[in-house]
């Protein structure tokens, strides 16, 4: 089994210090001591900080594009179901770490982007991707008659992860899930209440 290279060892070490510290307290210092390696090592694979956070930032929605192709892509579930599923999984990581850390692109969405137009528009990219997933599941769900057809998908998608952004921030301040179970509970008993 091939080692992990220094690259791999110091962006997972910089996941994890941003995930704790966020994007402007992390420091090039605290990611190196993070990942047990000289300060050289970082300028030899990173020309700065933020494209480090860029590259930072793509391995966390890699991640997510795991958990996500893992709800929505599970066909024996309806695809109402399937959106409460991520939601789930993702309420189920949180407590895993004990409702200490949230959402990198949330994160990031505010503190990082007002500093940096490169991440940005990496930031609008990725939250476009994201919707058009949900989307595509929202679709399915008012054709098969589950969800109302009243509203876009895309505008059902967007709603559906800004909220749920702002009840990781608000879970991330009480340390429990109350803030997101409160939100599935009144989502999908409301907008996106079974109609079938």
């Known amino acids: 089994m091939a080692r992990k290279s220094l ?23 605290d990611v190196v001591a993070e990942a047990g ?11 700065s900080k933020e494209a480090f956070s860029r590259d930072v930032l793509d391995a966390y929605f890699e ?3 795991t958990l996500v192709s893992s709800a929505l892509d599970d ?10 599923r991520y939601l789930d999984i993702i309420t189920g990581q949180l407590k895993a770490d004990g409702f200490s850390r949230g959402c990198l692109i949330g994160d ?24 058009d997933r949900f989307a595509d599941c929202i679709r399915q769900a008012q ?13 059902l998608a967007d709603f559906l992860l800004f ?5 990781i921030m608000r879970m991330k301040v009480e340390r429990s899930e ?10 999908f008993s409301t907008v996106f209440r079974d109609y079938s």
């Open 163 to 167: 909220s749920w952004e702002g009840a």
């Open 75 to 84: 066909e024996s579930l309806t695809p109402r179901a399937r959106l409460k």
């Open 108 to 131: 990031f969405s505010l503190e990082a982007a007002p500093l940096s137009e490169m991440l940005r528009l990496r930031l609008s990219e990725i939250f476009l991707e994201w919707r």
């Open 143 to 155: 054709s098969a008659g589950e969800i109302d057809s009243t509203f876009a998908p895309e505008d």
């Open 7 to 29: 690259k791999e060892n110091i962006l997972e070490a910089g996941l994890r210090v941003m995930l704790r510290k966020g994007y402007a307290a992390t420091s090039v210092r």
């Open 37 to 47: 390696v000289p300060q050289g090592s970082f300028t030899n694979h990173f020309r």
């Open 63 to 65: 991640h997510v594009r």
């Open 178 to 187: 109350a803030a997101l179970e409160r939100f599935k509970k009144i989502a």
